[in-house]
């Protein structure tokens, strides 16, 4: 094997997505535990212990307590190299959210065992099963008492759409929780409350009458066998493709159950597997260096206009100092400084292989999903998804004087990725999509800092965008409610006030063909 071969092998890339308050912090420290990344758990958020905080990067996330170090931590386990990439939530959700899955090779679904599916999981639910990436299911806060197993494998399955297959099976839950049945290792996973689990094989249960004496623990053995009769059969293709997914119960905060998930996890978790481009599939372990930005954090320092590019290296090894060639423009370019592993360490990497995160000094020139390469080739990676805005403001420059700045802010903004622009159809008016608030927030900052524009923006509120063929656009059919609209390309679509507009339009209009950009890409 060559060293190339040996080392993207070990990578383990992946993300975590849950809906807010899942446990995906818990969930984190808990593997930076296992990588004695931290000594003890808790400092995984700038937001809760200042930490991890230290950089000065954008004012906007300074303010905010987003820690950019955090957002991809690397740590070797086992034989492994884990690269974990931050999914944020809440207020800080963006298109860089789900940019990130376009950079991962497999992912975590963290479910509140006591909810079930909640809205933000969803969204990236559907991302993930999109691009068909594997998912690894974990359900969290077993010790609290929460909605029946059965019950929330079977929302999984309905709601996701996705087989769902038991490695571990919980025997009680809350003040009765008892532990695990491990399914693949043959050994219940007993909870004891303390820091050590403790395992038992199934051999040695006989030997303890306090759990197989248990109502709760016979209960749940004859759940487990249930659905092993009844149940989905472990497919790893179909894992693979993202349409079944391994489910694994414990609680994060214990914490219980997260090393044997771990365990299992990291052992099936796919490594970089080969990328499609302009000229044919690249596997990660071709030799030359390849890779694609999939996310550019601008401005953090005011005074200076650098910026860093997130590149998800793709193939090959990559050295500080090389030559690399921006597939757009055939430019070439030293990779000499500032390029770091945006990582726990911050420090500057020496060299990256295939799966690896690495953050690269940006003069300007790059722009989300560009490919940079090596060698003779000049190929480019597969464009990134645009993914549907839910989130409408219209914009226009406070002083009309600055207009000529206001749109070549615009319009590089834009190209940068930073948001979505429309305008109102047969109008002047600039409308800007979004899929999170924060995204708003950046680009006022940016348009005020990197510009000099001040911008006011007023909001439309959250709409539902569904595009419709050029000859099907008949104006009389659409108002402020439904308004009709064009994208940057000029393609016609339809912003509609909420999802009963978009029912009550398709009952009425059943010749207009509507689609979502979602199932176009
Ligand atoms: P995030 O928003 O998904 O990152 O969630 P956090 O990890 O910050 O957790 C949200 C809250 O749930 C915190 O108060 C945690 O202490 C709590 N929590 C996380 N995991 C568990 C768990 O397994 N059991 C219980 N009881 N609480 C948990």
């Not at 974990?138 to 929330?152: A, H, Q, Y």
């Amino acid at each position: 094997m060559s060293q190339i071969q040996n080392e993207m092998k070990k990578r383990r890339t992946f993300a975590i997505i849950s809906h807010p308050d899942a446990g995906k912090t818990t969930m984190t420290e808990k593997m930076l535990l296992f990588g004695n990344l931290i000594r003890s758990a808790g400092t995984v958020k700038g937001k809760k212990s200042g930490k991890f905080a230290t950089s000065d990067w954008m004012e906007i996330e300074k303010q905010r307590g987003i820690s950019v170090t955090s957002s991809v931590m690397n740590f070797p386990y086992k034989d492994y190299q884990v690269n974990i990439l931050d999914t944020p939530g809440h207020e800080d959700f963006s298109e860089d959210t789900y940019r990130t899955l376009t950079a991962v090779d497999s992912v975590v679904m963290v479910i509140d065992g006591t909810k079930g599916i909640e809205a933000q999981t969803l969204k990236l639910f559907k991302v993930c099963k999109m691009r068909g990436i594997p998912i690894f299911t974990f359900i969290n806060k077993m010790d609290r008492e929460g909605r029946e197993p059965l019950e929330l494998m079977e929302e999984i399955e309905e709601t996701l759409n996705i087989e769902t297959y038991p490695m571990t099976w919980p025997a009680g839950m809350g003040k009765r929780f008892l532990g695990v049945f491990d399914r693949e290792n043959e050994q219940f996973v007993h909870y004891t409350g303390n820091e050590e689990e403790e395992y038992i094989p199934y051999s040695e249960l006989d030997q303890h009458p306090e759990l197989t004496e248990n109502a709760t623990f016979q209960e749940s053995e004859e759940e487990m066998e249930m659905v092993a009769e009844a149940g989905d059969t472990f497919d790893m293709e179909k894992v693979m493709r993202g349409d079944q997914t391994p489910v694994f119960f414990g609680s994060a905060l214990a914490p219980f159950g997260v090393e044997t998930f771990f365990n299992s996890f990291i052992d099936m978790a796919p490594e970089p597997a080969p990328r499609k481009s302009t000229e044919g599939i690249v596997s990660p372990d071709h030799e030359e260096f390849s890779g694609f930005i999939f996310k550019i954090q601008a401005n953090m320092n005011p005074q200076h206009r650098d910026r860093i590019a997130f590149v998800r290296i793709c193939s090959g090894k990559f050295e500080r100092g090389m030559n690399v060639t921006l597939s757009r423009t055939g430019k070439t370019f030293k990779l000499a400084q500032s390029q770091q592993f945006v990582a726990s360490s911050r420090g500057t990497v020496e060299e990256g292989y295939a799966g690896d995160i690495i953050g690269i000094y940006d003069p300007n020139v790059y722009r989300i999903g560009d490919t940079i390469v090596t060698g003779k080739s000049n190929f480019e990676y597969d464009e990134l998804p645009q993914f549907p805005p839910e989130l409408f403001k219209k914009v226009t420059a406070k002083n009309v004087m600055k207009s000529k700045q206001f749109r070549k802010g615009l319009e590089q903004l834009v190209q940068e990725g930073a948001i979505q622009l429309f305008k109102r159809y047969r109008f002047e008016d600039y409308i800007i999509g979004a899929v999170g608030e924060l995204q708003y927030e950046v680009f006022e900052y940016r348009m005020k800092n990197e510009y000099n524009v001040d911008i006011e923006l007023t909001p439309l509120g959250e709409r539902i965008p569904r595009w419709l063929k050029e000859d099907q656009v008949d104006e009389s059919l659409f108002d402020e409610r439904n308004m009709l609209a064009e994208d940057r390309e000029g393609n016609p679509l339809v912003l509609f006030k909420n999802d009963f507009s978009l029912r009550w339009f398709k009952d009425k209009n059943p010749d207009i063909e509507l689609t979502d950009l979602f199932e176009v890409n």
